[in-house]
C-alpha cells in the first residue's frame, strides 16, 4: 500500500504541473494572439518571432516533463528564428511546421491538462476510502489509486504524439543521419585501408625485401663460404618469422581470428588478461565461443571487440588506472557494451584518432556511443549497437 500511495502521489504532482502548465497556455493563447495582431498591422512584426520563441521553451518544457515520466526522448525539430533579417525571421516564424504543431498543442493542453487533473481529483477521495480502508482490511490490491499513474502516463503520452514531429521531417532527419554516417563509413574505411597499407609497406613488406636480399647473398655465397651461407640463412629465417607476426598483426587488425575461434565474450577476455589492468568481464545473455546459444551478427562482434580494444587501450596508456571493468550486455535488439576505468578522467574525443574512429565504427552500424569522463574520473563508454539475433 506504502509503494501504490508513493506512486499515486508522484503522479498526483505531474498531473498538477500539468494543470498549471494548462493555466500557462492561456496566457500564452492572449500573447500570440496579440503577436500576430501587431505582426498584421506590420509595425509589431517583430513580437512575432519572440513570441514563437517563448511557444518553443513552452512546448520544450513540456517535451521534457513527458520524457521524463515516459523514459524516452521526445525529439523537436525547428527552423532557426535568429538568422536573418526581420521579414527571414517572421517568415520562419510563420511557416515553421513546428509552429503549427506546438499551436495545435498549446490548445489541445488547455482541455486535457485541466479534465486529467479534475479527474484525479475525485480519485484521490474515492481511492483513500476503497483502496485504504476496504482493499487493506480485504486484503485485496489496491483498485483506484494506481489509475492515477495511468492518467498521469495517458497525459504523457497525448504530450507525446502533439509534440513529435512529423513523420515526412522524422524521414528526413533520418536521411540527413544516415548520409552523415555513410560519410563517416567511408571516411573509416578508407583509414583503415591506408593504416593496413602502411603497416604493410613499413612492417610486413621491408622484412620480405630483407629476407629476400639474404636469401639472394646466402645463395652467392653457398659454394664459397658454407658457413657465412648458414648465417645469412638464420638470420633470413628470424626476418621470415617477423614478416610472419606483421601479417598476423595486419590481419587482427581487420577481423581478429579469436572471435571465429572464441566468440565475442573469449575474445574480450583474451583481451582483458592481455591489457596490463586488472579488468572484470560481466557477461548477460551472450554465449561463449565454446558454448551453444545465439551470437550477434560477424560484423556487430567486430565493432564491438574493437571498442573494448581501444577503451582498455586508452586506459592503459592515459588514464593511470589500475583497474577497469567490461560490462557486455544482450538486449532486445541490440547489443550493449560498456568501459569502465578509474583513473584521472578528461577523456578527449578531439586530442587522437582512437575515440574518433571508434564512433565512427558504431555509426556505421547505426549505432550509438556515449562517452562520460569527466576531471578526476571515472571514464565510462556506453556502446548500443543494434543487431537481430
Known amino acids: ?36 495582431t501587431a505582426t498584421a498591422f506590420v ?18 518544457f513540456e517535451r521534457r516533463r513527458a520524457a521524463a515520466w515516459l523514459g524516452s526522448p521526445v ?7 535568429d538568422q536573418g533579417s526581420l521579414l527571414e ?7 515553421d511546421p513546428g509552429t503549427y504543431r506546438d499551436l495545435r498543442w498549446l490548445a489541445a493542453q488547455l482541455l486535457y491538462g485541466l479534465v486529467l487533473c479534475y479527474v484525479a481529483m475525485v480519485l484521490w477521495p474515492l481511492g483513500l476510502l476503497v483502496d485504504g480502508v476496504w482493499c ?44 552523415a554516417t555513410r560519410a563517416g563509413a567511408v571516411a ?9 597499407e602502411r603497416d604493410l609497406h613499413d612492417g610486413a613488406q621491408a622484412h620480405l625485401v ?62 582483458a588478461a592481455g591489457s596490463g589492468l586488472e579488468v572484470s568481464v560481466v557477461t548477460q545473455g551472450l554465449a561463449d565461443g565454446h558454448e551453444d546459444g545465439a551470437r550477434a551478427p560477424a560484423a556487430v562482434e567486430a565493432a564491438a571487440y574493437f571498442v573494448v580494444a581501444e577503451s582498455l587501450t586508452n586506459a592503459a596508456k592515459h588514464s593511470g588506472a589500475d583497474r577497469a571493468a567490461v560490462e ?42 556515449r562517452l562520460t569522463s569527466p576531471s578526476g574520473g571515472p571514464t565510462v563508454v556506453d556502446v548500443e549497437l543494434p543487431c537481430v539475433w
Do not use: W
Request: hydrophobic residues 45%; glycine residues 8%; charged residues 25%.
Open 210 to 271: 630483407a629476407l629476400s636480399m639474404r636469401l639472394g647473398l646466402a645463395r652467392r655465397a653457398y659454394d664459397q663460404d658454407p658457413t657465412a651461407a648458414r648465417t645469412l640463412l638464420d638470420t633470413a629465417q628470424d626476418q621470415a618469422e617477423e614478416a610472419l607476426a606483421e601479417l598476423r598483426h595486419v590481419v587482427r587488425g581487420i577481423h581478429p581470428p579469436v572471435l571465429t575461434d572464441r566468440g565475442l565474450v573469449g575474445a574480450v577476455r583474451a583481451l
Open 328 to 369: 557486455l550486455r544482450r538486449a532486445d535488439g541490440a547489443l550493449r557494451v560498456r568501459v569502465r576505468d578509474e583513473g584521472r578522467g578528461g577523456a578527449d574525443e578531439n586530442a587522437g584518432t582512437g575515440l574518433l574512429g571508434v564512433r565512427r565504427r558504431v555509426a556505421a552500424l547505426d549505432g550509438s556511443v
Open 188 to 196: 573509416a574505411h578508407g583509414a583503415e585501408l591506408r593504416r593496413i
Open 1 to 36: 500500500m506504502r509503494q501504490v500511495l508513493r506512486s499515486a502521489v508522484r503522479a498526483s504532482f505531474h498531473l498538477v504541473a500539468g494543470a498549471g502548465l494548462s493555466l500557462v497556455c492561456y496566457l500564452m493563447i492572449g500573447l500570440m494572439l496579440l503577436a500576430a
Open 43 to 60: 509595425i509589431g512584426a517583430g513580437m512575432l518571432p519572440e513570441t514563437v520563441r517563448v511557444l518553443r521553451g513552452l512546448a520544450g
Open 136 to 179: 487493506r482490511l480485504a486484503r485485496r490490491p489496491a483498485v483506484l489509486l494506481p489509475r492515477l499513474t495511468e492518467l498521469a502516463t495517458l497525459q504523457a503520452r497525448i504530450s507525446r504524439l502533439l509534440l513529435l514531429p512529423s513523420p515526412s521531417t522524422r524521414l528526413s532527419e533520418r536521411v540527413d543521419q544516415l548520409a
Open 89 to 95: 525571421r517572421v517568415q520562419a516564424a510563420v511557416t
Open 75 to 81: 525529439p523537436e525539430k525547428y527552423l532557426p528564428l
